[in-house]
C-alpha cells in the first residue's frame, strides 16, 4: 500500500507541476485549480506513505520520478526542447534514486 500511495503523489506532483506551467502565472483559472489538488494530493499522500517508509529513500523516488516525470512531460506537452545534457541527468537523478535504494532502502527502521 505505501508504494501505491508513493505512485500517487508522483503522479499528483507531476500533474501540478505541469499545471503550474500551463496556469500561466495563475491567470487559467482550470490549469490552477489542478495546480492546488495536485500539490494537495501530493502532499497527504506523501505524508502518509511516510509513517510506513523511511524519509530519506522515499524522497528521493519522489523527487527524482517528479523531476523526470516534469521533463517528459514539458516535451510532450509543451514542446520543450531535449538536450542531451538534459537527458544525461534524468539518467543520473534515477541512477542516484537506485543507489541510495541499494544502500539502505525505503522500508522503515
Not at 495536485?38 to 497527504?44: A, D, N, P, Q, R
Request: aromatic residues 8%.
Amino acid at each position: 500500500m505505501p508504494y501505491l500511495l508513493l505512485g500517487i503523489a508522483i503522479v499528483a506532483e507531476v500533474a501540478a507541476t505541469l499545471s503550474l506551467r500551463a496556469s500561466e502565472g495563475f491567470s487559467r483559472l482550470g490549469p490552477s485549480a489542478i495546480v492546488v489538488a495536485g500539490y494537495l494530493i501530493s502532499f497527504v499522500a506523501l505524508a502518509k506513505v511516510l509513517t510506513r517508509l523511511n524519509v530519506g529513500p522515499v524522497y528521493a523516488i519522489w523527487s527524482a520520478l517528479g523531476t523526470v516525470g516534469a521533463f517528459v512531460g514539458g516535451v510532450l506537452l509543451f514542446d520543450e526542447r531535449v538536450r542531451p545534457v538534459t537527458v544525461i541527468g534524468a539518467a543520473i537523478v534515477i541512477a542516484g534514486v537506485i543507489v541510495m535504494n541499494l544502500g539502505g532502502g525505503a522500508s522503515h527502521g
